[in-house]
């Protein structure tokens, strides 16, 4: 007996087959996608309306469609397909449900995978995106609100407040591992609200190399993690807390100081297992306030030669650390919307759209980045939202049919 969501095929053929993302494609193939699937083990078992590839796009597509409904993302990601009423006469649009059921057939795993499969660096050597022949990235977290239901709520947790009532919405917290120079989203984990940016860490470090600097703000440094953060062969430089003590143990020409970093009181007072670490101290004024505001900013790094890095270029580059905070913004405001709660109302759901958000996020900045790259420009002096408007037409225009 034929079920929901089940049609008997007329032809080898099927629809997502002939489905065209526009700049999606072009970051995510189809045979890309298809090796995903397979992988993760979310394949059909029989020929469905919705097939698991075509899911995947969709998925995409809802992160590029924040504010519309099911339908109207299928629709959109559809558009232009004047072969409907011809080629594929008997197509229609399927219902919220049987999308809702298609989704949950997909599952997180195959997007989660997905992005981890394609997201690497953009930045083209000896860009604006590196220093001295290290890629500049940097590690920070930010939350998402969600679908206030009680199975999201039990799993990711919700802020709280100063008051006895609950906070609007449940939260996501995603820690991701940035790209400076093109904004470009290269790792990431998702955890519940409860979970800290520190606890997630571990989770990036499988992504560092030689080729890197990894630059991170106070919430992040540990003993093990700055230990095990530079078993990895990347550089770091990351800001300390004003209470974290290190001792001077010699003066450096540029200002900064040799120092070292231990794994408990008792091992410093002993002197047992030091790491050593370069630090830089610097204040920054703003100049709004003529002057009168200040930061005080202390910087350890595993680069101990000032020959290698200087101080004051190694102040300067961590400046660029904000350019993370540039990124999520990009997410959170442009692409999804400013106070739009994301749509999933299942714990797996909202893992699964997450990773949607983030792959999508990627295909924009691979495109900037090959646009910069052969005009050789910086990909920052892109307009993120000017590109994705394009990206938009491109899903809804006509499609790009497979050989």
């Avoid at 990036?204 to 106070?218: F, G, H, I, K, V």
Wanted: proline share 5%; charged share 20%; glycine share 8%.
């Amino acid at each position: 007996m034929a079920r929901s969501g089940w049609v008997k095929p007329e032809s080898p053929e099927r629809l997502s087959d002939h489905v065209s993302l526009g700049v999606t494609t072009a970051v995510f193939p189809p045979d890309v996608v298809d090796r995903v699937i397979e992988r993760t083990g979310a394949g059909e078992q029989r020929t469905r309306l919705l097939p698991s590839r075509l899911m995947v796009y969709y998925v995409m597509a809802l992160a590029l469609f924040a504010q519309g409904s099911y339908e109207e993302v299928m629709r959109s990601l559809l558009a232009g397909l004047d072969w409907i009423t011809g080629r594929f006469g008997g197509w229609q649009v399927p219902t919220k449900a049987a999308i809702f059921k298609a989704r949950t057939r997909l599952g997180s795993t195959v997007m989660a995978g997905l992005f981890a499969e394609v997201a690497r660096p953009l930045a083209a050597p000896e860009s604006n995106g590196f220093y001295r022949g290290w890629r500049l990235v940097s590690v920070d977290g930010t939350c998402l609100d969600l679908a206030d239901t009680p199975a999201n709520e039990r799993y990711y947790g919700r802020p709280g407040t100063a008051t006895a009532l609950k906070s609007a919405f449940p939260q996501a917290r995603v820690l991701g591992l940035v790209e400076c120079g093109t904004h470009a989203i290269i790792g990431a984990v998702v955890s519940g609200f409860s979970t800290s940016e520190h606890d997630l860490y571990p989770g990036l470090q499988a992504e560092l190399d030689a080729s890197m600097l990894l630059m991170a703000d106070r919430g992040f440094f540990s003993h093990t993690a700055w230990k095990n953060s530079a078993a990895t062969g990347a550089q770091l430089l990351w800001r300390m807390r004003s209470n974290n003590v290190l001792p001077v143990l010699e003066d450096l020409a540029d200002g900064s100081y040799l120092s070292a970093v231990y794994a408990s009181t008792k091992d410093r007072r002993n002197n047992t297992d030091p790491i050593p670490v370069r630090v830089i101290e610097y204040t920054v004024t703003s100049a709004e306030t003529g002057g009168e505001t200040a930061s005080d900013f202390r910087l350890i790094t595993t680069i101990l030669d000032p020959d290698a890095a200087t101080a004051d270029d190694l102040a300067q580059a961590y400046a660029r650390r904000w350019e993370i905070e540039s990124c999520f913004d990009e997410l959170k405001t442009h692409q999804r919307g400013p106070g739009i709660v994301l749509r999933s109302k299942t714990p797996d759901g909202v893992l699964q759209e997450i990773y949607g958000y983030l792959c999508a996020h990627y295909g924009l900045r691979s495109l900037i980045a090959d646009v910069a790259h052969q005009f050789e420009e910086d990909p920052l002096w892109f307009s993120f939202t000017r590109t994705l408007r394009a990206a938009r037409r491109t899903i809804a225009g006509p499609p790009a049919f497979s050989p």
